[in-house]
């Protein structure tokens, strides 16, 4: 739940009332994803 909170893409509120597990796993691929294309943005500079 903190990588996801300190990320930026969910509040623990919402983590807690809103998002269940799978909402979570989704919302930390897409954390990873962001992640590694920034890498590729950046190695190609």
């Known amino acids: 739940m ?3 909170v ?3 893409k969910a509040t623990l509120l919402e983590l807690s009332t809103v998002y269940g597990v799978e909402d ?3 919302i930390i691929e897409i954390i990873m994803i962001d992640a ?3 890498r590729v943005i950046a190695q190609e500079k």
């Open 2 to 4: 903190g990588f996801a």
């Open 6 to 8: 300190s990320a930026g």
């Open 24 to 26: 979570l796993y989704d």
């Open 36 to 38: 590694h294309n920034e």
